[in-house]
């Protein structure tokens, strides 16, 4: 019955809100029109597979009847297809894009479910610890409204200033792969509903404030975890069925809109991503800098973290700047340079990062230059971006690669190492790497395949799917030039290289090595 939906108008004749910039009235009208005919059930299993919880069978069948003589299917939706939706009043099927940009705004929300967390249940040992999902009521909508009511109050008065009201650049990740415009997110602030927003404008404005009072550093740390609680207070959030837990936004290096968002709790001391945790990851990185420890292999082969009795000394130096021009440092005067290289174009890092950026400069640009800019700097951000470099990107990826490296090459010392790591799902990007690092005056050393920090679980559905493992590289600068040979010739070598390699890596795929991962190892030492 909910599903049905409702006329986009109120009884009066006046327009339903419910969307970002919509009046607060307009907004209680389509609170109340949603929550007449909403009723949540909540039957947790898998259809057709038992599950076991707490010793307990749960096996989900395909349809549930209620007392009432009600019967539901567990296996039906209102999504027959990515991308899609089934109007429930005339059975039409609609893309969601098209119904999204009919509107010219960002499509309206209602709270459906709430995630609920009682203690007595988890005494008792209930099915799922203690938690479960019910409906909102009249007093969870009063409370979203007070919310709607004080952002109106205050966002243009006492918070004006504290949260980003710019526009989404033109860009690859934001207009072109991923087109959000169209759903209406033609602003950094619609990102977010208006509860959220108040909430990180508030606490922006606070961090501010505590930054006159405390030393500049607690004021900066506060920032990082006001970054970190960006990515999981906003409405590109969802519901992570295979973990059963927020998944936050950049789960996925995209802007990809979303049709059932998450919206965290401010206060909890549950759940992930809330703001205690984002706080605390903080204070945790203070306490281990201050008494570090690290793990140690018992006898039995276990794990024992011990403390080292060696305290972090904070020496390092942060300098704002590009890559491919190291003025400030001496040529053969360091033992390691360790890079983090762009990976063609998967990933657009400097629009990805203007999410974070529009927020941060808020707090920093009166007293760092480097963020006066309305977004982040992205002229010599080495990736390739057809919108920025439309006549060839690979060419100006390579280029600015090889530059680099070749300023790498310039400040290490004859024995020094360049280190980075690197993966990718097609050939091209990994050759361009290998012509690039020969160009810059190094030898390609050894190469070391290692589970990378985005590894998933079975069922996984975000972040690296099919690869889990990256290919550190490990580089020494030529100091001689070594005899010339062609690239004919050097394919022989590789396909020599893969040939043997092949049988070796392809043994251990019934331990779960999936077929990406063993080409990402070939390649890595085929190079």
Same mark, same amino acid.
């Given at each position: 019955?909910?599903?049905?939906?409702?006329?986009?108008?109120?009884?009066?004749?006046?327009?339903? &809100?419910?969307?970002?910039?919509?009046?607060?009235?307009?907004?209680?009208?389509?609170?109340?029109?949603?929550? =007449?005919?909403?009723?949540?059930?909540?039957?947790?299993?898998?259809?057709?597979?038992?599950?076991?919880?707490?010793?307990?069978?749960?096996?989900?069948?395909?349809?549930?009847?209620?007392?009432?003589?009600?019967?539901?299917?567990?296996?039906? &939706?209102?999504?027959?297809?990515? +991308?899609? %939706?089934?109007?429930? #009043?005339?059975?039409?099927?609609?893309?969601?894009?098209?119904?999204?940009?009919?509107? +010219?705004?960002?499509?309206?929300? %209602?709270?459906?479910?709430?995630?609920?967390?009682?203690?007595?249940? /988890?005494?008792?040992?209930?099915?799922? &610890?203690?938690?479960?999902?019910?409906?909102?009521?009249?007093?969870?909508?009063?409370?979203?409204?007070?919310?709607?009511?004080?952002?109106?109050?205050?966002?243009?008065?006492?918070?004006?200033?504290?949260?980003?009201?710019?526009?989404?650049?033109?860009?690859?990740?934001?207009?072109?792969?991923?087109?959000?415009?169209?759903?209406?997110?033609?602003?950094?602030?619609?990102?977010?509903?208006?509860?959220?927003?108040?909430?990180?404008?508030?606490?922006?404005?606070?961090?501010?404030?505590?930054?006159?009072?405390?030393?500049?550093?607690?004021?900066?740390?506060?920032?990082?975890?006001?970054?970190?609680?960006?990515?999981?207070?906003?409405?590109?959030?969802?519901?992570?069925?295979?973990? /059963? =837990?927020?998944?936050?936004?950049?789960?996925?290096?995209?802007?990809?809109?979303?049709?059932?968002?998450?919206?965290?709790?401010?206060?909890?001391?549950?759940?992930?991503?809330?703001?205690?945790?984002?706080?605390? @990851?903080?204070?945790?990185?203070?306490?281990?800098?201050?008494?570090?420890?690290?793990?140690?292999?018992?006898?039995?082969?276990?794990?024992?973290?011990?403390?080292?009795?060696?305290?972090?000394?904070?020496?390092?130096?942060?300098?704002?700047?590009?890559?491919? /021009?190291?003025?400030?440092?001496?040529?053969?005067?360091?033992?390691?340079?360790?890079?983090?290289?762009?990976?063609?174009?998967?990933?657009?890092?400097?629009?990805?990062?203007?999410?974070?950026?529009?927020?941060?400069?808020?707090?920093?640009?009166?007293?760092?230059?480097?963020?006066?800019?309305?977004?982040?700097?992205?002229?010599?951000?080495?990736?390739?971006?057809?919108?920025?470099?439309?006549?060839?990107?690979? #060419?100006?990826?390579?280029?600015?690669?090889? #530059?680099?490296?070749?300023?790498?090459?310039?400040?290490? @010392?004859?024995?020094?190492?360049?280190?980075?790591?690197?993966?990718?799902?097609?050939?091209?990007?990994?050759?361009?790497?290998? @012509?690039?690092?020969?160009?810059?005056?190094?030898?390609?050393?050894?190469?070391?395949?290692?589970?990378?920090?985005?590894? =998933? &679980?079975?069922?996984?559905?975000?972040?690296?799917? @099919?690869?889990?493992?990256?290919?550190?590289?490990?580089?020494?600068?030529?100091?001689?030039?070594?005899?010339?040979?062609?690239?004919?010739?050097?394919?022989?070598?590789?396909?020599?290289?893969? #040939?043997?390699?092949?049988?070796?890596?392809?043994?251990?795929?019934?331990?779960?090595?999936? /077929?990406?991962?063993?080409?990402?190892?070939?390649?890595? =030492?085929?190079?």
């Amino acid at each position: 019955e909910w599903l049905a939906g409702s006329p986009g108008v109120a009884e009066d004749g006046t327009e339903l &809100g419910g969307y970002i910039d919509a009046p607060v009235e307009a907004t209680e009208k389509w609170y109340r029109e949603r929550l =007449k005919n909403l009723r949540l059930i909540e039957v947790r299993g898998k259809v057709g597979e038992a599950s076991t919880e707490h010793g307990q069978s749960q096996t989900l069948p395909e349809t549930i009847a209620l007392s009432s003589g009600v019967i539901f299917h567990t296996t039906c &939706g209102t999504m027959p297809a990515d +991308g899609e %939706f089934v109007c429930q #009043a005339c059975g039409q099927r609609n893309a969601v894009l098209g119904a999204a940009e009919a509107t +010219g705004r960002v499509l309206p929300e %209602f709270p459906y479910a709430i995630q609920v967390y009682e203690l007595g249940r /988890d005494d008792t040992q209930q099915p799922y &610890g203690g938690r479960f999902f019910r409906a909102p009521t009249e007093r969870d909508i009063q409370r979203v409204l007070a919310a709607c009511r004080d952002w109106a109050a205050r966002c243009s008065v006492t918070l004006s200033g504290f949260w980003p009201t710019s526009e989404v650049p033109y860009g690859n990740r934001t207009h072109v792969r991923d087109p959000i415009y169209r759903h209406g997110y033609t602003h950094w602030s619609r990102m977010f509903n208006a509860r959220q927003l108040f909430g990180l404008a508030t606490l922006n404005r606070a961090i501010q404030a505590i930054g006159m009072a405390v030393p500049r550093p607690v004021r900066d740390q506060a920032l990082g975890a006001f970054l970190q609680y960006l990515r999981n207070q906003n409405i590109f959030c969802i519901w992570d069925i295979g973990y /059963d =837990k927020l998944a936050p936004l950049f789960s996925n290096n995209n802007y990809n809109p979303k049709l059932r968002t998450i919206e965290n709790n401010w206060f909890s001391v549950l759940g992930r991503g809330n703001w205690l945790a984002c706080a605390g @990851k903080i204070t945790e990185a203070l306490e281990w800098a201050a008494a570090p420890r690290e793990p140690f292999i018992t006898a039995d082969g276990g794990t024992l973290l011990m403390r080292t009795n060696e305290p972090i000394r904070l020496q390092a130096s942060v300098v704002q700047g590009t890559a491919t /021009d190291l003025a400030g440092v001496t040529a053969g005067s360091l033992d390691l340079v360790i890079t983090d290289p762009p990976f063609g174009d998967l990933i657009d890092y400097a629009e990805l990062a203007d999410f974070f950026y529009v927020w941060l400069r808020l707090a920093l640009a009166a007293e760092h230059q480097c963020f006066a800019p309305e977004y982040t700097p992205k002229s010599m951000e080495i990736v390739a971006n057809p919108v920025r470099n439309p006549e060839d990107p690979e #060419a100006v990826y390579g280029s600015l690669l090889t #530059a680099a490296w070749a300023e790498s090459h310039r400040v290490l @010392k004859p024995g020094g190492i360049l280190a980075f790591t690197f993966h990718h799902s097609e050939d091209e990007p990994w050759l361009m790497v290998l @012509k690039s690092l020969l160009d810059a005056g190094f030898y390609l050393e050894a190469t070391y395949p290692i589970r990378s920090d985005e590894t =998933k &679980g079975e069922g996984a559905e975000f972040g690296a799917k @099919k690869i889990e493992y990256d290919i550190i590289h490990v580089c020494r600068k030529r100091l001689e030039e070594p005899t010339p040979v062609s690239w004919p010739k050097m394919r022989q070598w590789v396909k020599g290289e893969l #040939a043997r390699l092949r049988p070796v890596l392809e043994s251990y795929r019934s331990r779960g090595l999936s /077929d990406a991962d063993i080409r990402v190892i070939l390649r890595g =030492k085929a190079l």
